[in-house]
T-cell receptor, first 114, second 112 residues
Framework: DVKVTQSSRYLVKRTGEKVFLECVQDMDHENMFWYRQDPGLGLRLIYFSYDVKMKEKGDIPEGYSVSREKKERFSLILESASTNQTSMYLC?????????????FGPGTRLTVL | GENVEQHPSTLSVQEGDSAVIKCTYSDSASNYFPWYKQELGKRPQLIIDIRSNVGEKKDQRIAVTLNKTAKHFSLHITETQPEDSAVYFCAASIKTGNQFYFGTGTSLTVIP
């Protein structure tokens, strides 16, 4: 049973703070993804990674960076949090590096930036 | 890049009726089309998917159809039950990529 976990369910930060969101998967998946979910906008891809130390920009990478030092862990970093980054952040992982397949999601982190 | 549109944004049906959610995509290279269900406060979970070499797939009360020529795919839920109430997302993925492009979601309410 695939398990994707995220470090926090709820997080409150102040404008300008550096924020780290951590995601861990335990099924040796190659691919990992970070999305943000906003009402009426669906899930939008921020960054993804198909291998350790590899990263690719998604549709909305501005204001974010990522780190993948180990296969099981994918971190999302907000260098200087802003109020428009208040959102639900979802991490996901999938097995195959090339052939699209099911993405397994974490429980989400609801981030509020004051 | 790919653009996925999803309709309707909200849908209410009586218990026992059918529900249909439609999505269109723009990139003819897309070849994998999953549907996710997200219950309130929970993570999205895959309920059914279809690849471009198949026109229809069914799993009990849920079916997905794909029309590659028209670039649209639909989710059909028959004999709806209150536990089907959730937000449903369609997505498309292109052949050589790992990215999913999600629709904006449909909030389905099944009225007992």
């Amino acid at each position: 049973d695939v398990k994707v976990t995220q470090s926090s369910r709820y997080l409150v930060k102040r404008t300008g703070e550096k924020v780290f969101l951590e995601c861990v998967q335990d099924m040796d998946h190659e691919n990992m993804f970070w999305y943000r979910q906003d009402p009426g906008l669906g899930l939008r891809l921020i960054y993804f990674s198909y291998d350790v130390k590899m990263k690719e920009k998604g549709d909305i990478p501005e204001g974010y960076s990522v780190s993948r030092e180990k296969k099981e862990r994918f971190s999302l970093i907000l260098e200087s949090a802003s109020t428009n980054q208040t959102s639900m952040y979802l991490c996901a992982s999938s097995l195959h590096p090339v052939r699209p397949g099911e993405q397994f999601f974490g429980p989400g982190t609801r981030l509020t930036v004051l | 890049g790919e653009n996925v549109e999803q309709h309707p944004s909200t849908l209410s049906v009586q218990e026992g009726d059918s529900a249909v959610i439609k999505c269109t995509y723009s990139d003819s290279a897309s070849n994998y089309f999953p549907w996710y269900k997200q219950e309130l406060g929970k993570r999205p979970q895959l309920i059914i998917d279809i690849r471009s070499n198949v026109g229809e797939k069914k799993d009990q009360r849920i079916a997905v159809t794909l029309n590659k020529t028209a670039k649209h795919f639909s989710l059909h839920i028959t004999e709806t039950q209150p536990e089907d109430s959730a937000v449903y997302f369609c997505a498309a993925s292109i052949k050589t990529g790992n990215q999913f492009y999600f629709g904006t979601g449909t909030s389905l309410t099944v009225i007992p």
